[in-house]
């Protein structure tokens, strides 16, 4: 039983997320949070811990971001839109128990201080920004050290406020380039 409540944007990504692991849920209805969703989100955020699963498409990071903003210390859990994608349509209840689980396993929480381990450069050394297979390398670094898709700019800020280590990443780097080779 995960201890925290998880934050999914509808019915079915809670379905998906029962069939995966044992959890309670509170389902956001979308972007259209009312008041009684956010009172629920807020007890739950005070009482257990909350983790934030939001589908991995423009509507679901728009909820995280806002959700993220009202409850900064929430866990965050990406499934990649790679795994989170069936018959052309794109959400956590189209992501396998597999997927869901190993996201769950990735949970990171933001510091309180933004570290600075990573800069730009960092990116564009590992082809990360800047290049025509960019975008690629992020989606599948992040799939890996659990911080989701993002540009550039996020994706760097999400390696410094999740706690990405120095070492995590460039061990994860080196399989990443080995397996682009």
């Known amino acids: 039983m995960i201890k925290e409540v998880i934050v999914v944007e509808g019915k079915m990504d809670t379905l998906a997320v ?3 692991v044992l959890a309670d849920t509170i389902e956001t209805g979308g972007f259209t949070l009312n008041s009684r969703t956010l009172n629920d989100i807020q007890a739950a955020y005070t009482k257990r811990g909350i983790i934030i699963l939001t589908d991995p498409d423009g509507a679901g990071e728009r909820i995280r971001r806002f959700l993220t903003e009202r409850f900064p210390n929430a866990g965050q859990a990406f499934v990649p839109k790679v795994d989170a994608t069936a018959n052309n349509d794109v ?3 189209q992501a396998s128990v597999e997927a869901i689980r190993l996201a769950l396993a990735k949970v990171r929480h933001s510091t309180m201080e933004p570290g ?5 450069a960092d990116l564009f050394r590992y082809n990360l920004n800047g290049c025509p297979e960019a975008a690629e390398n992020r989606a599948k670094l992040g799939a890996v050290l659990g ?6 700019k996020k994706f760097l800020q999400r390696m410094n406020n999740y706690n990405v280590s120095r070492e995590e990443f460039e061990e994860e780097v080196k399989k990443l380039i080995m397996n682009n080779e």
Not at 147 to 152: E, F, K, L, M, S
């Open 18 to 20: 029962q069939r995966a």
């Open 91 to 93: 959400g956590i209840e």
């Open 116 to 120: 600075k381990e990573f800069t730009m």
């Open 147 to 152: 911080i989701g898709y993002a540009n550039g």
